[in-house]
């Protein structure tokens, strides 16, 4: 079995090659082929040495191979992940800073800064789809790159390969809830429903046992759950109304004014956006994984975030190797699982995964306080997905109106321009 | 045939009169019942007796019953129609105001301050309901009051009395679009679907032919329905990226921190809000009316806004009185109507009348450029009908977080408390 | 304003022409083209000499052309109006006598019979859609020709122009209904429900008021409906548990047995098939038809069948050259009116149709005693149209085994083989 | 863990006492509680004393209470399963024997006999529901009980108890598939919808890959398929057509006549009823089980029909008592998982169960070629339970009518009449 990773310069990798010698005994991994391009040489050098000296000291009988041939690495490949950032960090900061600027969230998955990541992203994806429908036509594409859901439904729309979006998201929600709950990982299962950043717990089993009206009887498990969205105290009130526990994500959509004055703080205050925080952390990790002595995961890629993200994607490789299978939380095609959203769009949902496919559980139709919420993001995806296969200014301009994030049409018009103009070299379609 | 007005000392009832007198021959009503509460007494009074003067104008045998006394103007009637406002206009000028100082859109339909009409105005329409059930059962309830959608859906979730909300919009745009077209009203038809005061012509047919892609190829055409929205260059994008023609509302959705900064300009420099305005040319209107001599409409009540008004509710009533019917757009039960909408939720869309009742023409799914946006609106107009009716706080800021023109919490919960308690006397429920 | 009739050389046309005069003040028309086919020419002739005597009598300037050139006929068209019985009654003979042989119902619409009458009509009336996309593509194709649901779908599937399914059963069951409550035609209005021949009404309004209710708690309203399916008394339990109006052609669902026992008894006792006598009629009528002295429509047509005809293919081309338009129950597009069948399908309920076109309104689910039987003739179409363009006998298959009429596949497939091979002369596409 | 078997006086019962002892270390059982009625002590004292008998074999420490004290046995209980017969095999020949003399399929479990069967059994089940509401409201109800499915939805509308229909015809099918395709059970895995008995493969994976499209390219393997249907070759069409493996039970479905003429052949030369055949064997299999030598499931068990009948309960209750959970075939609410059947009836399909529960996989919308044919069954399944519920006649006729197997009036109100009265033992509510 060959894994393929491409951006595997990227920090996270030596996490992804500790799980694949943890799960040696059930994932018989011949080789991993590690991909980036020629600006992240130097960072994939770094890594492809150190992840050498893991499997070194595993003793196992895997081959790194590493290069910028992206078709020699997906030839034969059984799995493909994505976790690639068009265009760096250095894009990312404009992400963040342009819609600051114009007074709306800049953020790398949500909002206008989301909206321009995926515009540069998705004509990457496709090319990497549609080499792989002639290299390797039955391989898996577990796409790890932000906004997931939208980058997902994007590959299902345009190509025929087997794919998935994953996130770290609900393995964290998960986990941060069997951890308030003072109980272990295997003592909670939820039922997880949305859009990937933009997603619920809709009930929750403690055991086996349903205590979703239970939990949310008691006010320590409102305030536990208010806290994801911030300390306001109206937190309070929207979770015992909902009855549901948001994803982190959510808070932008609650607190938004609050969140870009922060922003607008960092920016004027000299502290910069998360960018260039990010910046800091990998360069220390960088440092660390450069070090000869250095043969496991250091503790400072815990500072990064990402917490489950190789747990997430190797489980999931487990399933999709096994007969038995088992549950995980990915981004799917719907297929009626929720049913009030379209048949073919793409969904963060409960799936049942072994070697013949993924397919979602039947959810129903979403709860009333959510639905008109998710419809209209999923709206807002549809129209990003539509105007970066075609370079369309008006499908880009409809859907920053029809985020609530933007919705303003004397700042979307400008502010789209802006943020095209900036990108211009990763938006060829669109010049 | 017993027609009741309920707050009739509007201003717009001597347009009703005169339309009731013009369809003497179809529609033969023997009374008309004016009704008003007590701080109204002086306005219903002027009302009751220009209307005498109308009627004896026209020679009919027409009798005018006139007094506070509501249960009494219900028994018998076959029509009663609502056109009241809940705390009249000093409440308007608090709905508009406050929420312009938090920064959010002031508006008496739409926005925070169609929401605190909603909540003072649903007690009220589903005691009157309550009481036709006992008093007149068989009889129709056509509610104008606003936000008639709301309102109306609050009634059939409520009661089992007849009902249709009316709006004058829908004809309005009908009209307007065929004048542009240089056309008679009477050339042109359309495929009107949404939600009131949130609403799109989807097709147009001119004398039988659907010209509607034809007509949206012209640049000029898109011209026309662009300036619904504003001079705003963007709306042309919006337009041409729609291919639908917007209602005049809908450019609080599109452009609502400009409309805020001009709301914030008014207060500021002195001009008021709306409500003063409207209160000033109601004053006018009054003292026209009290004229001995003025027996007809005065031409000063077309500046009142409420355009088509008469006609909308008259050419309802005569389809309602007629075997062989006619097709007009009302807000009704969705009954799959709308096919992506509840089943039992209320919608703007054309409707076959006749004596049989009214029967919502299949319109399918909704666009995907629409589809999020009406299912947020209606997702946030149902948790208002629940605020309305049990007072809930909790549904009340649920409501203000869905809605786009709020949706940040941090300006929700205080603003909810502002509201509330300025219409204190209003909201019973709540307190 | 030209209408065309195909198949003019039936004995329904006088009706049609009857209809044209009468209604000479709303509908202008300035030429009936009748067209034939060579087989045919005798009946024409007699038709066109009895037109052009019918049209002096009324002094009208209306042009009588007729022919065997359809194209010509065809060129210029507003209406075209298809009664044509492909292999005439001779097939229809077949169509009723093979599958009593087999021990199954032969009857002309539904069942063996029905399917292959379409078999034989669907590619005769799709090259009659193709060349109207050519010669007359705004024009309206109203078809007559049975199974009509069946054929208007197949046009709807494979061709754009504009369709409509008529049969005068609607009209039937609303009048006959009216007359059993004593009441006249305007009194009673109907909702109308499901496929041409598999339909039921489902809500009676007598004078605006919805009486379903009360009158299914009559007994002696129970028994007259039950009437319609026969004197068995079980219809009564049927009726009572149902709470519709079936239509007459149900009573071959529900006594399926006893049919085929009497049609056998027919075959056997020399009595004939229905088509045989319909020849009888036929033959009767054209000789009153064909007298110089014939200037009106003879009283003996109404033995023929088809009561309301004229009527409801005339009221509704009115409605279609109206601005204020009716409403009609017509086989159209479903668009979502029956909300659990297919929205491209074609289904008979009520539509409000103007000179904009057919909308039908929407009706909801359908009833849960029913939903099942429809949706299973509804696929047991959808198969027919598919074996009828493609020739496929696999389709043809499915479709017999779906038909509860049929539904053995012992007797399926030898009874499909005999029937192809009766009609091989009109069935190219499967040889 | 206590486990209460209902009707445990059944042949049945030893084999899951095998299958209990076999994963002993899985399922950690404390007590099985055997429970029978009066008429069956004979029966039920042959198998606990042969239970314990394997159980001391086995050396575990299981105990084996029995009884006819049911709720006694149901206090405590973690799953209670259900294998009982109402009026036992004797009324098994009444359902058999009656239908056929009326010249419609008899059979246990479809047509007329089926509804008998429901009709008799689901007070019984509604009763035991109602007692685990009180002594174990958190226990599993898992149905074995035919009709499976609509005994199951009774309870699901009737009831809050968590419970499932189980039936091994799922089991069945994979397994014999897996066979005919020469591989393991586990190499094969497949999607499975439809109703109880009424239920197709619609997709087949083989080793992780999708090869419906390639396997039913082959003719050998349309065949093998056929085969399931009878030896006719029109099921070679059907399947080939259908591109479905179809259960064996849908051959009464395609071949009623044939089906009916056998069984009265049986009946005529004195072979008897299936009810007759199953009685031999049941006495030979007592002998044997009342044996003291007997301490293992003997050979001739296998003769009674109901392979994988243990394996499909326990591999169940296995997943029931994990949290890694497995995918089964199991009658469950639909909510949504066929997207074209109503969310609240029970449909047989793949399902996710761990100790959370059971929740449907998505399925998408039926296959045209048999979604009328299950919304049918599905109609008459939902009028069954209301016929059993309420004793009422009018829906029994109703249910038949719908049924495609009786469908004839004129037989179904005599048949009706004629089961109803030689059940009346058993059908207090319709006497």
């Not at 049913?339 to 048949?343: G, I, M, R």
């Given at each position: 079995m060959k894994i393929t990773i491409i951006g595997a310069g990227s920090s996270y990798t030596p996490e992804l090659i500790e799980g694949l010698i943890a799960r040696c005994d059930s994932l018989r991994v011949d080789e991993i082929a590690l991909v980036d391009i020629e600006s992240g040489r130097y960072k994939l050098e770094i890594i492809e040495a150190f992840s050498k000296r893991m499997i070194t000291r595993s003793g196992l009988e895997i081959r790194i191979s590493s290069g910028m041939d992206r078709k020699a690495a997906l030839t034969g490949s059984s799995y493909v992940i994505t976790q690639i950032r068009v265009g760096g960090l250095a894009a990312r900061e404009i992400d963040e800073k342009i819609p600051t600027e114009y007074g709306v969230l800049g953020q790398e998955t949500t909002g206008a800064g989301g909206m321009a990541k995926a515009l540069r992203t998705i004509p990457v994806i496709l090319d990497i789809a549609h080499e792989m429908e002639a290299l390797c036509p039955q391989a898996w594409l577990i796409n790890f790159t932000n906004p997931s859901g939208i980058v997902t439904e994007a590959v299902h729309k345009y190509s025929d390969i087997h794919c998935l979006g994953l996130c770290n998201a609900p393995m964290n929600m998960q986990r941060t809830l069997a951890a308030n709950l003072k109980l272990g990982p295997e003592d909670v299962a939820v039922k997880y429903i949305g859009l990937n950043h933009l997603s619920w717990i809709s009930r929750i089993w403690v055991r086996g046992q349903d205590l979703t009206d239970e939990l949310f009887a008691q006010q320590n498990f409102i305030d536990q759950v208010a806290s994801i969205l911030g300390d306001e105290p109206v937190n309070k009130k929207i979770v015992s109304g909902n009855k549901l526990i948001p994803s982190y994500y959510l808070k932008y959509f609650y607190h938004p004014a609050r969140q870009i004055r922060d922003d607008k703080q960092a920016l004027a205050d000299g502290s910069g956006t998360r960018a260039v925080q990010v910046e800091h952390v990998e360069k220390e990790l960088f440092e660390l994984y450069a070090l000869e002595t250095t043969d496991t995961k250091p503790e400072q890629l815990s500072k990064r975030g990402g917490a489950w993200y190789s747990e997430a994607a190797l489980s999931l490789i487990e399933s999709l190797e096994s007969t038995t299978g088992g549950m995980h939380i990915v981004n799917v095609l719907n297929q009626g699982a929720i049913?009030?959203?379209?048949?073919a769009c793409v969904v963060e949902t409960n799936c049942f995964v072994d070697r013949s496919g993924v397919r979602p559980l039947a959810a129903g139709a979403l709860p009333a306080e959510i639905s008109g919420f998710v419809h209209t993001i999923k709206g807002y995806e549809q129209l990003v997905i539509e105007a970066a296969v075609r370079g369309s200014r008006d499908h880009a301009l409809a859907a920053m109106l029809l985020n609530p994030l933007i919705a303003d049409a004397d700042i979307a018009q400008p502010l789209l321009d802006a943020l095209l103009e900036a990108h211009k070299l990763y938006l060829p379609a669109f010049f």
């Open positions: 049913s009030d959203l379209p048949t």
